[in-house]
């Protein structure tokens, strides 16, 4: 069965460092999101991405945050100059049409994301 | 603005207890979809269960059952006959209708750790 990939499983990083964030969506979906989850809290929406351009972001998704889909497979979010409270696990999820109805975003397993 | 209440912090069960994990929502559209989502120790994000405000029936999937309650913006999930498998921390979501260009968000709950003691 198709399924979200996302690496690394774990990053640990420096404090003010650059971080990238990798995601493969399923094949044939359109609308790729990513959302985040300080340990022990809510999982948050930062962005959702949509025929290469964002669609929706949040208050979290600043100008540290930036996304992409440098080909025809990949998903990235980067992080520019790290602080610690951007240590969370970052989901990235993806959904097969655009959204009269919202089908399930099938989500990806997850980076846990250390910043020191 | 959406918002979701998920007010059992952590559910602590004897295996083979049924159990019920609540979750009360606020929204002012009348068009919305609930869902509900399991992440196991593990961490990953496992769908469970979509609904949409139009229907209240309840749905029943195996040991799982969910109680949707419009007159009370409530969205129950029990487990019945709870197994050590199922100890996770369960999340409901709400998704108001998007605005024009938008997709449906959803807004998650603060989540309801369940322990099953074998």
């Known amino acids: 069965e198709p399924e979200v990939t996302q690496t690394p499983s774990h990053q640990v990083t420096q404090m003010g460092q650059e971080v990238i964030l990798r995601c493969v969506p399923i094949s044939n979906h359109l609308y790729f999101y990513w959302y985040r989850q300080i340990l022990g809290q809510k999982v948050e929406f930062l962005v959702s991405?949509?025929?290469?351009?964002?669609?929706?972001k949040s208050e979290i998704f600043d100008d540290q945050f930036s996304v992409e889909r440098p080909d025809g497979s990949n998903f990235t979010l980067k992080i520019r100059s790290t602080k610690l409270e951007d240590s969370a696990m970052y989901f990235c999820?993806?959904?097969?049409?655009?959204?009269?109805?919202?089908?399930?975003?099938?989500f990806g397993p997850g980076t846990r994301l250390t910043v020191l | 603005a959406q918002k979701v209440t998920q007010a059992q912090t952590e559910i602590s069960v004897v295996e083979k207890e049924d159990v019920t994990l609540d979750c009360v929502y606020e929204t002012r559209d009348t068009t919305y979809y609930l869902f509900w989502y399991k992440q196991p120790p593990s961490g990953e994000l496992v769908f469970l269960i979509r609904r949409n405000s139009f229907d209240e029936q309840n749905e029943i999937s195996g040991r799982y059952s969910w109680n949707f309650q419009k007159s009370t913006s409530s969205f129950n999930f029990t487990i019945t006959a709870s197994q050590v498998v199922d100890s996770a921390v369960y999340f409901c979501?709400?998704?108001?209708?998007?605005?024009?260009?938008?997709?449906?968000?959803?807004?998650f709950g603060r989540g309801t750790s369940l322990i099953v003691h074998p």
């Open positions: 999820a993806s959904s097969p049409i655009r959204g009269l109805v919202p089908n399930e975003q099938f």
């Open positions: 991405f949509y025929n290469n351009e964002i669609s929706e």
């Open positions: 979501a709400l998704s108001e209708a998007p605005r024009s260009g938008g997709s449906y968000i959803p807004t």
